[in-house]
């Protein structure tokens, strides 16, 4: 029983980080790069456990030169000391989506995808236990 949670959690885990890499790299291959400066970084709480992340609210000028003001899905544990970051967008019918092009956002679908490894990996470790 215990090798099937670990089994779902991993999955979630790897499912996540998938589904953020497939994002990422649309918005990279098929975006619009542009320098964006950082107005400020809003401190939110992120989980039940009391983790604040902070989130940069950015300005841009897309293509059609229009002032854009938007606070990014991606934070951080600590505040950057960056006052602009390169950026890529695209325009959906939702909205704008953003990636980050520079720094550590680019990892976070690897760290996913890396914990969902280590998940599985341990549920067959547990299960090859049991059958040996």
Same mark, same amino acid.
């Given at each position: 029983?215990? !090798? ?8 979630? =885990?790897?499912?996540? *980080? ?12 098929? $975006? ?6 950082? #107005?400020? &970084?809003?401190? !939110? ?5 009391? %983790? ?7 300005? =841009? ?8 003001? &938007?606070?990014?899905?991606? *934070?951080? $544990? ?6 602009? /970051? ?7 019918? %939702?909205?704008? %989506? /953003?990636?980050?092009? %520079?720094? $550590?956002?680019?990892? =976070?679908? &690897?760290? #996913?995808?890396? =914990? ?10 547990? #299960?090859?236990? &049991?059958? #040996?």
């Amino acid at each position: 029983m215990t !090798e099937l949670i670990f089994i779902i959690v991993g999955g979630s =885990f790897m499912y996540a *980080g998938v589904s953020s890499l497939r994002k990422n790299k649309k918005v990279m291959k098929a $975006g619009i790069k542009t320098k964006a400066t950082i #107005l400020e &970084q809003v401190r !939110e709480k992120v989980n039940k456990d009391g %983790e604040y992340y902070y989130f940069p609210i950015v300005k =841009f000028i897309d293509n059609q030169g229009k002032e854009i003001t &938007q606070k990014l899905g991606n *934070g951080t $544990g600590a505040k950057l000391s960056k006052t602009s /970051i390169e950026i890529a967008y695209i325009r959906t019918p %939702e909205g704008l %989506e /953003i990636e980050i092009v %520079e720094g $550590g956002w680019k990892s =976070f679908y &690897q760290i #996913l995808i890396g =914990f969902g490894l280590l998940f599985i990996v341990f549920a067959i470790a547990l #299960l090859l236990k &049991q059958w #040996l």
